[in-house]
């Protein structure tokens, strides 16, 4: 599979490519679909462009983009989008009001909270996307976790921007992972990063995701001018790496 990240935290700063209202969204994602996308990951956002847990934030965000793809489609619940993890699970929570459901949502295990957070999200019928990033405890929390075996899948997000070292920094985490419970895996890389760490995924077989959420620049440097342009080299990328391992 190749997800396609849609946004992430970015903001309007970071260029009129990355969307950031739900019409905008939901355009960038039909077309990543149709540049081949598989499954789409998005960070609904206020009209002031911060990402929310907000049930009123999220239904329009969702339903744009359900008018527009039959893939599945997830939201974060970074706890940058709500710090306190008590009001984090309670947003979560108050997602039984939405009139549609994320298919997923990530959860990142290194978070306070991350556990409750889970099992909410399992106990409403979301799917959870274990989110372990490189340089924190995740694994370990992960390894150690009785949910572990009902993730949808896990999420290995590799936290090194480096060109050079995200290969090695990425064999470390899927080794700190092991089996994960034979949960399938998505690996993927950020900023400089994301292109060496897609590479690797399809020399290894796995998941992948790619999308301005993790890189701004195509494989040359150059500026990436959409979702679907990135999801289409991450494809001929993937294809590569695949053919020649």
């Known amino acids: 599979m190749i997800q396609v990240c849609l946004n992430g935290p970015r903001g309007a700063g970071d260029g009129a490519a990355v969307p950031l209202s739900p019409q905008a969204m939901a355009e960038s994602a039909a077309a990543a679909v149709a540049a081949g996308a598989t499954d789409i990951h998005v960070h609904p956002k206020t009209p002031c462009g911060q990402d929310s847990l907000s049930p009123r934030v999220l239904a329009p965000v969702l339903e744009a983009i359900r008018a527009r793809v039959s893939v599945p489609v997830g939201v974060t619940t970074g706890a940058w989008a709500e710090p306190d993890a008590a009001a984090r699970l309670a947003r979560v929570r108050s997602w039984s009001a939405l009139p549609l459901l994320p298919d997923h949502a990530s ?14 999200l399992i106990e409403r019928g979301v799917g959870v996307e274990a989110g372990i990033w490189s340089g924190t405890d995740g694994a370990a929390r ?10 949808l899948r ?4 590799v936290t090194d921007p480096s060109a050079e070292t995200a290969e090695e920094t990425a064999r470390a985490l899927l080794a700190d992972l092991g089996p994960a419970f034979g949960r399938p895996v998505l690996l993927h ?17 796995l998941g992948t995701r790619i999308g301005l959420e993790d890189t701004l620049v195509l494989p040359d440097g150059e500026r990436a001018l959409s979702n679907a342009q990135l999801v289409a080299e991450g494809l001929f990328q993937y294809g590569s790496a695949q053919r020649s391992s």
């Not at 992960?142 to 993730?151: E, N």
């Not at 890389?189 to 590479?199: F, H, I, N, Q, T």
């Open 107 to 120: 959860v990142n295990w290194h978070e306070e909270g991350a556990e409750e957070l889970a099992a909410a």
């Open 189 to 205: 890389g950020e900023d400089g990063g994301a292109w060496p760490v897609l590479r690797l995924a399809g020399r290894l077989g």
């Open 142 to 151: 992960f390894a150690a976790s009785p949910l572990g075996p009902r993730v």
């Open 154 to 157: 896990v999420l290995a997000e």
